[in-house]
């Protein structure tokens, strides 16, 4: 049976990832298991899983820190943009910040399709159902 990381283990892993940008409030009682953490940049505290943490990026800042699609487009020779939408993209769902997460995730789609659009780049959009039909469509 394996043994549970203690706090000082996640933030060590926390620190190294995310290079010491948070800090774990809360003592888990396993990775699983939600926590409070403190993103020092932002000031806000994201309630959310270790295990999840240590792969993800603030929840409230993470457009912040990620490269539009122009700045992608400039070093590449897009085609096509394939993209899968799932459930938060269609509907409010609270995990992913309930009706305003939704009308940020709404606006930031139309961005980027408006922006394919106006590059006459081929912006196709699946389901995760329709991942399995990606030949037939491109």
Not at 71 to 91: D, P, W
Request: glycine fraction near 4%; proline fraction near 1%; charged fraction near 30%.
């Amino acid at each position: 049976m394996s043994r549970r990381k203690t706090l000082d283990e996640w933030q060590l892993e926390s620190d190294i990832i995310h290079n010491k940008e948070f800090t774990i409030l809360e003592e888990p009682n396993s990775g699983s298991h939600n926590v409070k953490i403190l993103h020092k940049k932002c000031g806000n505290i994201i309630s959310m899983k270790l295990n999840n943490h240590i792969k993800r990026y603030c929840a409230f800042c993470s457009g912040k820190n990620k490269k539009s699609f122009e700045e992608y487009q400039k070093k590449s020779n897009f085609v096509h943009v394939i993209e899968t939408h799932v459930l938060q993209h269609y509907v409010p769902i609270n995990h992913w910040h309930g009706k305003k997460g939704y009308d940020e995730q709404v606006y930031r789609d139309k961005i980027k399709e408006d922006y394919l659009i106006k590059k006459n780049i081929r912006y196709i959009i699946l389901n995760n159902k329709e991942l399995t039909k990606i030949k037939e469509i491109i």
